[in-house]
């Protein structure tokens, strides 16, 4: 089941314990795309809406 599927599987199924476990197994395995030291809020706010611009 690829990644997408499971996770429609689990947005049906909430109830299935097993699938979301599976689900959050593999979030915790993918690489982190980008890690980020200590910022501050004014770098927190900026970096929030950079990532919103590249998901959107």
């Known amino acids: ?3 997408g599927e499971l996770k429609k599987y ?3 199924h909430r109830h299935d314990q ?3 476990q ?3 197994d593999r979030i915790d ?3 982190q795309k980008q890690v980020y ?3 501050d809020a004014e770098q ?3 970096l929030l809406q950079q990532h919103r611009r590249q998901k959107g």
């Open 22 to 24: 599976e689900l959050m």
């Open 18 to 20: 097993t699938a979301f």
């Open 10 to 12: 689990v947005l049906e």
């Open 29 to 31: 395995a993918q690489p």
């Open 44 to 46: 927190f706010s900026a």
């Open 1 to 3: 089941m690829t990644m």
């Open 37 to 39: 030291g200590e910022v």
